[in-house]
């Protein structure tokens, strides 16, 4: 069952229940009120049935019966009675109560007025039975009968109004509740809609905002924007794969072409040159393929940091070490400073892999003789800066908001230094999962400027 089946049903049942209470409470109000004003008309007959008794039997004799029958009493019709005297025998009576029990002639059941119900010829009656004075001598017992068919046929013409008004009311309620959920659900139908047009050829769709400021507004904007997210993700992914297939191709084209010419020239200097080529290219691959796995840890879902309180300044020195020998086969000099010993809670091998990216992309763009300075100061007592500064080309001011993204590069000098444009984004990563931040700062001509700042607060483990 849908949701607005589910609404509809709900509203009529609901509606239901409280219109058949409405009904039954005015019925049995109305029922009460008509027969009230019943007895109050019999009442009222009844008391001038006992005050022509009392004053004519103070003279002596008995009402005749014209007397008696003459006596009205306005919105009562046909009323039926008899009058008994003290020895239950009858003094006058209308023949049709003959068939109706006599009253128990007792001083307590007299003595007030009783009423009830008799059922005369299968008809249901309303009865009184009232005592009648001589003398402040109760002489006389008088029983009233009145019958309830008028009362009971404008009680069955409201029964059936509620009947028929009871069902129609229904199905209009029924009728409006469909066409107000449906009104109210359907932009939730023409979401549906979209969401199944949606495809991975197709995430650029979004689903339509309503006006109404409510909640399915916020449901549409709240679509929107993970569809958004979705999109940027997709696109990240198509450029990434797009972006690792080129990277990967250029080198393999290198490597074919240099040992198809090795091949076909075996034993002449230029093949061992070309040998060499494709060894670089293949030290190439296999950096870009170390890269692409660091990504893919990092991207993992799951995946967190190992923290653990380790040595910054040891670190930096064993990092300056392991890049000694690629910064001596560029004549580049590392000059390391450091101010103190620092010690913070950290992922000691990410945060290594962050430092030799760092002097990598360095010694790759800065030119033969250069100098290289790296730097680890305490630049308050929350956080720790370090610093990898060197002599290259710099980078220009329109490349420096994207030199952290994926397979981002700078110039044509960048693919000539043979870099595959995802160590600064492994470095970004990982300096932020250590909640730091790494930023860079450049002038064309004069070198780039890389500073991590890393707060010494503890990580989560």
Not at 23 to 41: C, N, R, V
Not at 155 to 171: E, I, Q, S, V, W
Not at 291 to 313: Q, T, V
Request: proline letters at 4%; glycine letters at 6%.
């Amino acid at each position: 069952m849908t949701i607005t089946a589910k609404i509809i049903l709900a509203y009529t049942v609901v509606f239901g229940l409280t219109l058949a209470g409405f009904a039954f409470t005015i019925y049995q109000s109305s029922k009460k009120a008509e027969l009230g004003k019943l007895d109050a008309q019999m009442l009222n007959h009844g008391n001038k049935l006992q005050a022509e008794i009392e004053e004519e039997k103070s003279q002596g004799v008995f009402p005749a019966a014209g007397e008696l029958l003459a006596i009205r009493t306005e919105g009562l019709h046909h009323p039926r009675f008899r009058v008994l005297d003290r020895n239950g025998m009858l003094v006058f009576g209308d023949t049709t109560l003959a068939a109706l029990d006599q009253a128990p002639w007792s001083e307590g059941e007299i003595s007030e007025r009783n009423w009830g119900f008799v059922k005369l010829k299968g008809h249901r009656q309303r009865s009184l039975w009232m005592p009648v004075e001589v003398d402040n001598r109760i002489e006389f017992v008088a029983q009233l009968v009145v019958s309830l068919s008028e009362m009971e046929e404008d009680l069955d013409r409201l029964k059936l109004l509620f009947l028929l008004l009871g069902p129609a009311t229904l199905l209009l309620t029924a009728c409006a509740a469909f066409f107000i959920t449906r009104a109210a659900f359907k932009p939730i139908s023409s979401m549906v809609e979209t969401a199944h047009s949606i495809t991975a050829a197709r995430l650029d769709s979004r689903v339509a905002v309503p006006r109404a400021k409510d909640e399915i507004r916020e449901l549409a904007e709240t679509l929107n924007e993970m569809m958004g997210r979705i999109d940027a993700a997709f696109r990240t992914q198509r450029q990434f794969v797009a972006d690792a297939s080129h990277e990967i191709r250029t080198p393999l084209t290198i490597i074919r072409s240099e040992l198809e010419f090795a091949q076909r020239n075996p034993g002449k200097l230029e093949s061992e040159e070309s040998i060499r080529v494709a060894l670089g290219e293949l030290d190439r691959l296999a950096r870009l393929a170390d890269g692409l796995l660091m990504l893919a840890r990092l991207d993992a879902p799951g995946f967190s940091l190992s923290a653990r309180l380790i040595r910054l300044d040891e670190l930096l020195i064993e990092c300056v070490r392991h890049m000694n020998e690629p910064a001596a086969r560029k004549s580049v000099t590392l000059d390391i400073h450091v101010d103190d010993v620092v010690e913070l809670q950290a992922d000691r091998d990410w945060l290594k892999s962050v430092v030799l990216n760092l002097l990598d992309n360095a010694i790759h763009y800065s030119p033969d003789g250069g100098i290289i300075l790296i730097s680890l100061t305490v630049h308050s007592k929350d956080n720790i800066h370090i610093v990898v500064e060197d002599s290259g080309p710099g980078i220009a001011p329109i490349d420096l908001p994207h030199i952290f993204k994926r397979f981002y590069r700078a110039d044509t000098e960048r693919s000539r230094e043979g870099g595959s444009g995802i160590g600064l984004a492994i470095a970004d990563e990982v300096v932020r999962m250590h909640r730091g931040e790494i930023t860079v700062e450049s002038t064309p001509g004069k070198g780039a400027r890389f500073v991590v700042r890393l707060p010494r607060k503890t990580i989560p483990a």
